[in-house]
């Protein structure tokens, strides 16, 4: 199933057993309920799948259960994060034997690639397989920008047609649209500024809380599209406590720990990630029980 690139994208987190095996049926229980939701497509094994933890192994597991179970309803992205070319070709030519509908893609992990390094980068993956890439722009956390200029060149790849914006940087929607119009699809990256950006003309959002918040997630874009930005307004102000959970570096814990609070998800990480406690779960769980005590029951769409 093709991607569109609009919509809502979950970033799906990866769960595990007490014995730091793949949970394939948590998995997909989690999956069944963004789908029942009205998410618009789903990234597995991104950097709140805990990807730097997986084997190659392991992704084409669970990008295998995924694409059964989700069985063409929703397109199944699967995130390239390598150090090398070279593992970066593999790991999409895996993920397209595998059913993939797209690919999310990271600039080189680890060394500081310069333009012309980051740019043939992605070219030698787009040039590789068949799948539709959404590169991911993320210089908080990677120390790499994707700029106006790389952009110009990695657009002449037919195989790359989305942006995951997450450079903090809200008015980048607009230099994007300035400079291709419609030519790429953005999608927000960042939790805390994605109404901001789909009222800006963003596509869609790759989305953290949505693990734990589906239904929210989903109706603050609808209602976006439909120009009820009050309504919009409103959840999103509701949901920024949370949200906030998804800007820090134990977002994977805290959005787990909102995953077991609204019954879809496990709290299992793999180290050298470990399970919150002391004062940190205590404040972390005041946020996400402060918030379901006041839950805003959704409006009609």
């Known amino acids: 199933m093709r991607p569109e690139w609009k919509g809502v994208y979950p970033a799906l987190t990866t769960k595990f057993t007490n014995d730091d095996q793949l ?35 392991e992704k084409v597991e669970l990008l295998k259960a995924a ?72 210089p908080h956390d990677y120390n790499i920008e994707i700029t106006i200029p790389m952009f110009e060149e990695l657009l002449k790849c037919k195989t790359i047609e989305a942006n995951k914006e997450s450079t903090r940087d809200v008015t980048n929607v607009t230099r994007l649209r300035n400079a291709f119009g419609d030519d790429i699809k953005i999608l927000c990256g960042v939790d805390t500024l994605a109404l901001e950006e789909l009222v800006l003309g963003a596509d869609g959002w790759v989305a953290g809380l949505v693990d734990a ?58 180290p050298p990630r470990l399970p919150l406690v002391g004062k940190e779960r205590v404040r972390v769980q005041k946020i996400i029980d402060d918030a379901l005590a006041i839950r805003l029951e959704m409006p009609s769409l």
């Open 23 to 57: 949970d394939i049926p948590a998995f997909l229980n989690n999956i069944k309920f963004q789908i029942e939701s009205g998410v618009h497509g789903c990234v597995i094994g991104g950097s709140l799948g805990e990807a730097s933890t997986l084997t190659q192994k």
């Open 67 to 138: 694409v059964d179970h989700i069985n063409d309803r929703i397109p199944v992205i699967m995130n390239i994060a390598e150090q090398s070319t070279a593992d970066a070709v593999s790991a999409a030519q895996n993920a397209q034997d595998n059913g993939a509908d797209g690919l999310m893609m990271l600039p080189p992990m680890r060394y500081p690639s310069d333009s012309r390094e980051t740019i043939e980068f992605y070219k030698a993956v787009a040039t590789s397989c068949d799948l539709p890439i959404m590169t991911y722009n993320n």
């Open 213 to 270: 918040f589906p239904r929210e997630t989903v109706v603050i874009y609808v209602l976006v599209q439909q120009g009820r930005l009050k309504e919009a307004r409103d959840i999103y102000r509701w949901f920024m406590p949370l949200l906030e959970l998804d800007i820090h570096p134990k977002l994977v814990q805290y959005i787990k720990l909102a995953e077991v609070a609204t019954g879809i998800g496990t709290e299992q990480v793999r």
